[in-house]
């Protein structure tokens, strides 16, 4: 996930404020909410979630766990189920409509063993963007 910080819409910042404490104009992560606007969550925080759904789900149905932790597996199952769906239906329409195959027709542009570039695959190169 990733902080869209805007002063208006923080939830931060309005539980800060609700508390009587100073105001300031940055996120502040120990007031951090799950539900505020200024979330934004990535495609790689996606995977991780369409990852762990599963596991959630199966917690949530094994009747020899004690009736607590089944239902806080399902609830987070269920938290995660809207996060991935408001997900889903928020992205934009995908601009690619050619029929082309990745990467402009680039000899490679799929293959994941061959080099793009000297020492680098186009499995790692996805990667190029850093980690979070």
């Not at 996930?1 to 208006?8: I, L, N």
């Not at 539980?15 to 505020?36: M, Q, V, W």
């Not at 597996?73 to 928020?90: C, F, G, K, Y």
Request: net charge neutral; aromatic share 0%; hydrophobic share 30%.
């Amino acid at each position: 996930m990733t902080c869209v910080w805007t002063r208006e819409t923080a939830a931060c910042r309005q539980n800060k404020i609700a508390a009587g404490l100073p105001d300031t104009d940055i996120p502040d992560e120990t007031e951090c909410r799950s539900a505020c606007t200024n979330l934004s969550h990535t495609d790689r925080h996606l995977h991780h979630l369409h990852q762990q759904l599963p596991v959630l789900e199966a917690r949530a149905g094994d009747v020899m766990a004690p009736r607590p932790l089944r239902d806080r597996a399902a609830a987070q199952a269920q938290a995660v189920r809207a996060i991935i769906d408001r997900h889903e239906h928020s992205r934009p329409p995908q601009p690619h409509t050619s029929t082309e195959p990745p990467g402009g027709g680039v000899t490679g542009a799929g293959d994941t063993d061959r080099p793009l570039i000297r020492g680098m695959t186009t499995g790692s190169s996805r990667d190029l963007g850093g980690s979070s």
